[in-house]
């Protein structure tokens, strides 16, 4: 799978947006599903979205529905989060993790399911 390399991360106003990517430099990135963690101070680590290898299937944390949007390009190994209308309690460490299991589909949601980890991105969403 090789590393993942997240960024895009940053201090923002509530209302605001954000992109974070992650590259990763595996060979073989395009079937793998790929998902998106957060972990707030003080609290565990928790899902946020996941894509499957094609990117045609998504799945979304309730609390992020609708605001959030994972996407994928293949051809340059880069997994997306693009966050729209933040609020104070979406602000994290967010981290990128790749799936031990190949051409799942659904994406999978646990933590467990991934073994690859970026080494995570701060964001801050002011009020």
């Known amino acids: 799978q090789g590393q993942l390399v997240e960024s895009g991360g940053g201090l923002v106003q509530a209302g605001g947006s954000l992109r974070l990517s992650c590259a990763s430099s595996?060979?073989?990135?395009?079937?793998?599903?790929m998902g998106w963690f957060r972990q707030a101070p003080g609290k565990e680590r928790e899902f946020v979205t996941a894509i499957s290898g094609s990117g045609r299937s998504t799945y979304y944390a309730d609390s992020v529905k609708g605001r959030f949007t994972i996407s994928r390009d293949n051809a340059k190994n880069t997994v997306y989060l693009q966050m729209n209308s933040l609020k104070p309690e979406d602000t994290a460490v967010y981290f990128c993790?790749?799936?031990?299991?190949?051409?799942?589909?659904?994406?999978?949601?646990?933590?467990?399911?991934?073994?690859?980890w970026g080494q995570g991105t701060q964001v801050t969403v002011s009020s």
């Open positions: 595996g060979r073989t990135f395009s079937i793998y599903a």
């Open positions: 993790a790749a799936d031990r299991c190949a051409s799942r589909v659904p994406p999978p949601s646990r933590e467990y399911d991934y073994n690859y």
